[in-house]
């Protein structure tokens, strides 16, 4: 079964603080992997996309690598602001399908 | 601005009456679809159209059901809404079913079940 696991499910940091979000999946047979950001009761929002022949991909202060072999991936947030505060989600495009992680939710303190 | 459009924000049932749900979108992508979250759990694809051609989850309940009548526009239809319906109900389009395509989210329609 083609599963997304997200760690952790909570997490809340002071402003400016570099953080690490993690994702892991089960199969490894993947076409990509997707960041994307959720505002509370809001719809899914895009942010970084990393095909499967690639390891990573960076926008601004967001940096998003994948290790296929080890089922892994990490989004890794610099300089975190209280505008970052939202639930971000790890989602594995399998043929053409997504599956998504349930989320972390990241609280950033000022 | 091109986007992904969903009607009503939120919309408020009676259990078992039927409901239906839209999304229309202005980047004429072939590829629509629809997602259900329940609160705190990852979004769970029910289907999804490609041009005219639909492809059901295998887990997606009867009781739901998708039209497509153009390009832009896709209708999610809850033919007897149970407590358990109750959920976020999130469309997607992506251009094409390539690797390097990301899917674009319509704000969501929250579903209340009475």
């Known amino acids: 079964k083609q599963e997304v696991t997200q760690i952790p499910a909570a997490l809340s940091v002071p402003e400016g603080e570099n953080l690490v979000l993690n994702c892991s999946f089960t199969?490894?047979?993947?076409?990509?992997l997707q960041w994307f950001r959720q505002d509370p009761g809001k719809g899914l929002t895009s942010l970084l996309l990393?095909?499967?022949?690639?390891r990573e991909q960076t926008s601004g202060r967001l940096n998003a690598s994948l290790d296929k072999s080890s089922g892994r991936s990490t989004l890794y947030i610099a300089a975190s602001q209280p505008g970052d505060s939202a639930t971000y989600l790890c989602?594995?495009?399998?043929?053409?399908?997504?599956?998504f992680g349930a989320g972390t939710i990241l609280r950033v303190k000022s | 601005d091109a986007m992904v459009i969903q009607n009503p924000r939120y919309q408020v049932t009676q259990f078992g009456k039927p409901v239906t749900l839209s999304c229309s979108q202005t980047?004429?992508?072939?590829?629509m679809y629809w997602y259900q979250q329940k609160s705190s759990q990852a979004p769970k694809l029910l289907f999804h159209?490609?041009?005219?051609?639909?492809?059901n989850e295998a887990d997606t309940p009867d009781n739901f059901q998708s039209r497509r009548p153009n390009t832009s526009f896709c209708f999610l239809d809850i033919r007897s809404p149970g407590l358990g319906d109750a959920a976020m109900y999130l469309c997607?389009?992506?251009?094409?079913?390539?690797?390097?395509?990301?899917?674009?989210f319509g704000s969501g329609t929250q579903l209340s079940v009475l």
């Open positions: 159209y490609y041009d005219k051609d639909f492809n």
């Open positions: 990393i095909q499967s022949s690639q």
């Open positions: 199969d490894s047979a993947i076409y990509n």
């Open positions: 980047l004429n992508h072939n590829v």
């Open positions: 997607a389009t992506s251009r094409v079913y390539r690797d390097d395509e990301k899917l674009f």
């Open positions: 989602a594995v495009k399998y043929g053409n399908k997504l599956v």
